[in-house]
C-alpha cells in the first residue's frame, strides 16, 4: 500500500506472527506465539534477531499491515506522538466509550495525560487531572481540565465515570478504583520500572464500585 517517497507512520509493533488467534482479531501485542516484535527495546526475530531502536533508527523495517498511510501535508511533528502517546490513550477511552457529560480523570499529567485529556475533552467530558504537584496547574486548566489535584484524599466528594491512569511510577491503584462512580471504569496504561512493584489490595479492589 506504500510508493517511494510516501510518508509512513510506524506505532509501538512492527510485526507478528499474523496465525495465531491473538493476531487474526487485532490484538497483536497477546501473540499466543510470542513473535511479536515492538519498535524499540526488542529483538526482531524475523531478522536475524536484531534489535529495534524506534525513533533512534536512521531506517526500519517493518510489516506494511504496521505502518499507516500519513498524509503529504500532515505537519508530522504532530502525527509523530499519535502513533505511540496517542494511540495508548485514545484506545481506552474510545473501549470504554467516553462520552459528553461523562466525568473522566486523568491520573499523571506527562506526554500520556496530555494526550488523554485533550481526547476526552473534544468529547465532551468533564475532565480532572491529578499529577504530583501543581507545576502543570496552569497547562492543565488551559487545556480545558476542571481542576488539577495533588492526591486522591483531596477529592473525596469526586466521582468518576472513566479513570485513565498514564503514572509511570509505584502508586496507590485502589485509591483511584475507590473514586470511580458504580459501575465506572478505569484503564491502566502507564506501566512502573520492572524493580518498582505494585501492591494492590483485593479486598479493597473486589469492594469498589467500578
Not at 32 to 57: A, I, L, M, Q, R
Not at 125 to 153: C, H, I
Amino acid at each position: 500500500k506504500f510508493k517511494v517517497g510516501d510518508y509512513a507512520g510506524v506505532g509501538c509493533m512492527v510485526n507478528s506472527c499474523g496465525e495465531c488467534e491473538a493476531c487474526k482479531r487485532s490484538q497483536e501485542q497477546f501473540c499466543e506465539n510470542g513473535k511479536c516484535v515492538f519498535t524499540y527495546d526488542c529483538h526482531d526475530c524475523f531478522h536475524d534477531n536484531e534489535p529495534t531502536y524506534g525513533g533512534y533508527s536512521n531506517n526500519i523495517v517493518v510489516s506494511e499491515k504496521f505502518a499507516v498511510n500519513v498524509p503529504q501535508d500532515a505537519p508530522l511533528e504532530k502525527v509523530a506522538p499519535l502513533l505511540c502517546a496517542g494511540i495508548t490513550t485514545y484506545s481506552p477511552i474510545k473501549f470504554s466509550n467516553v462520552k459528553a457529560g461523562d466525568k473522566v480523570a486523568v491520573a499523571g499529567f506527562g506526554g500520556l495525560g496530555v494526550m488523554a485529556l485533550k481526547y476526552a475533552i473534544k468529547m465532551g467530558a468533564e475532565v480532572s487531572v491529578f499529577a504530583r504537584n501543581k507545576n502543570k496547574e496552569k497547562e492543565a486548566l488551559e487545556l480545558g481540565a476542571k481542576a488539577l489535584y495533588t492526591d486522591t484524599k483531596g477529592v473525596v466528594s469526586e466521582r468518576f465515570d472513566f479513570i485513565i491512569s498514564t503514572i509511570p511510577t509505584a502508586y496507590d491503584v485502589n485509591a483511584y478504583a475507590e473514586l470511580l462512580k458504580f459501575g465506572g471504569e478505569m484503564a491502566i496504561v502507564g506501566l512502573p520500572p520492572a524493580d518498582e512493584k505494585l501492591n494492590i489490595d483485593l479486598t479493597r479492589l473486589v469492594f469498589a464500585a467500578g
